[in-house]
């Protein structure tokens, strides 16, 4: 699983904030077809700090399938699995 954690870190007192937290997963099915696939599932959570994404609760899910997932780098698939959990407010 990967998880991908946007945190918060201040300059001015060197406090760390987790800001929002997602799960990427490989759900196994193409990669047994094709090593170079694979089919991944994810989730957002809901909260803006450790506490509350601690609890688990999901505000989106999304899915990937089909990622070239050694041709590209793990960024694209992060954005790949934003873009189809529909985070695209504000963008021209």
């Known amino acids: 699983m990967i998880v991908v954690r946007v945190e918060l870190w201040s300059a001015i007192d060197g406090r760390k904030t987790e800001l929002a937290r997602m799960h990427i997963a490989n759900d196994g099915h193409a990669t047994v077809a094709n090593s170079r696939l694979g089919d991944y599932q994810g989730e957002t959570f809901i909260g803006r700090d450790t506490a509350a994404l601690d609890k688990g609760r999901v505000s989106k899910r999304g899915e990937v399938r089909g990622w070239r997932?050694?041709?590209?780098?793990?960024?694209?698939?992060?954005?790949?699995?934003?873009?189809?959990?529909g985070y695209r407010q504000g963008r021209r």
């Open 69 to 85: 997932r050694h041709d590209f780098h793990i960024w694209n698939l992060v954005a790949a699995m934003l873009a189809d959990m």
